[in-house]
């Protein structure tokens, strides 16, 4: 006989979810928002303003397969800029949904059913973005397949032994497991607004989406295995894929990026963006939909204890960073630390200290970690901050390598700001889009939460 779901007592910090609900209310405050819900003004205007902002990267990207990539700040010695810089930042974004979905669930962690599906999407929409700017960078983007293991003759391509192209293949499965995930887990809840909606073209729409779902046992069995081999597949990949980006750097013998700390270093930071970035949309989707009921402050609390975690590991790699610096006895590298603190870029090196390792430290008091208000402003620091390092970590290593001689400074140009806040614009686009047409919930999961709820052995609870 099933029995109710419990949950340890070690993890709760208020309840999973309001007692009050019940099976069919749960469906109908998620459900209806795609399904009942008017259009407000308010979303109308954020998904314009949004599209908008987007029209930067087509601008911006129409006129450099026009010009080519000297319309950007990259010069020499800089030959890595924004496109580089964005791409990691995106890259990191994307891994709290992964984390939230596939870690989490292994470890049986009930806090994560309110907040995985929307970190999901945010993880796919944040990917997409990331892999627009190499493919910019190589200033030849018709020719990307050239990336691709192709048979070749001459062989030309691709070259195997290139961190860059490693980055294709982490970054393409990291993107294809996540979005299988995504969809796989969209199936109950599409069958659940394929049988209520009102309308023939929501039936029909949601019923092709739903894969033919029944709810029948044999489809629970299915979906529960698919559900655990893909985080068993995705698991791992929270930590190669931020670990393959760090190798575009660590490979290198420039000064700054020459560090074992890097793969570590890099996957802390990119779960503490990630995460950070969940608590910056999270919480205003919270307040204008009025789901305080559901994302209770117990996930805020979480999300903050694993932002703060995760702060400690970044502030420790700092540390480590310039400990190795002065310790390593290279002229080169004590030179690159002494750089950052005090040379034309380290105004930036101070307010990543500032946004990164100073900021989070409030976060120690369950007060402020239970304040929608504080923790939203402090989110969005961090993504400063997280932003800021990459900027630091590319282009003080650059600006001044080895050779005085060969020194020089980068300031990026218009053309850099509108691609970087065009995929900005894509990217909320997208996630204005996402919590209009589809459940940014998860269903049937939240159900399985409720007091006096009957599962059929979950897994996904």
Known sequence: MAQPVELPDSIHVGPVIDPGHSLAS????????????????????????????????????????????????INIPVGWGFAIVNFVWWIGIGHAGTLISAILLLLNQSWRNAINRFAEAMTLFAVMCAGMF???????????????????????????????????????TYLTISAVFWFVGLLPDLATLRDSSKTRTGQVIYGLL?????????????????????????????????????????????????TTIFPPY????????????????????RKFYGLDDIITLRHLNNMAKVTLATALIVGYGYTLEAFFGYFSADT??????????????AIFYWCLILCNIVTPQFLWSKKIRTSPGILWIISIIVNIGMWLERFVIVVTSLHRDFLPSSWGMYWPTIWDWAIYTGTIGL???????????????????????????????????
Not at 147 to 172: E, G, K, Y
Not at 280 to 285: D, F, N, Q, S, Y
Not at 332 to 345: K, Q
């Open 210 to 258: 739903s894969m033919g779902w029944r709810n029948s046992a044999r489809h629970w069995q299915r979906y529960e295995k698919a559900s655990l081999l893909l985080a068993g597949l995705a698991t791992p990949l929270v930590v190669s894929v931020h670990t393959v980006v760090s190798f575009d750097f660590a490979v290198s013998l420039i000064p700054g990026w020459h």
């Open 427 to 461: 990217f909320m686009t997208l996630i204005f889009l996402f919590v209009r047409v589809l459940p940014m919930i998860t269903i049937f999961e939240l159900r399985m939460l409720l007091p006096g709820a009957e599962v059929k052995e979950p897994v996904a609870h």
């Open 134 to 172: 190499p493919v910019l960078h190589t200033g030849r983007p018709w020719l990307a397949f050239w990336l691709l293991p192709i048979p070749n003759t001459m062989a030309l391509w691709p070259q195997m032994r290139s961190p860059l192209l490693w980055d294709v293949f982490a970054v393409s």
């Open 266 to 285: 890099f996957v802390a930071g990119a779960i503490y963006s990630g995460f950070a970035m969940v608590l910056t949309l999270m919480i205003p989707v």
């Open 332 to 345: 080169y590298e004590r030179f690159m630390i002494w750089n950052r603190m005090t040379g034309p870029y």
């Open 26 to 73: 749960v469906s109908d405050k998620v459900g209806g928002i795609v399904l009942k819900r008017r259009i407000t003004l308010g979303w109308v205007f954020g998904l314009l303003l949004s599209f908008a902002i987007l029209q930067n990267l087509m601008a911006g990207a129409t006129w450099l397969l026009i010009k080519g990539v000297g319309i950007w700040g």
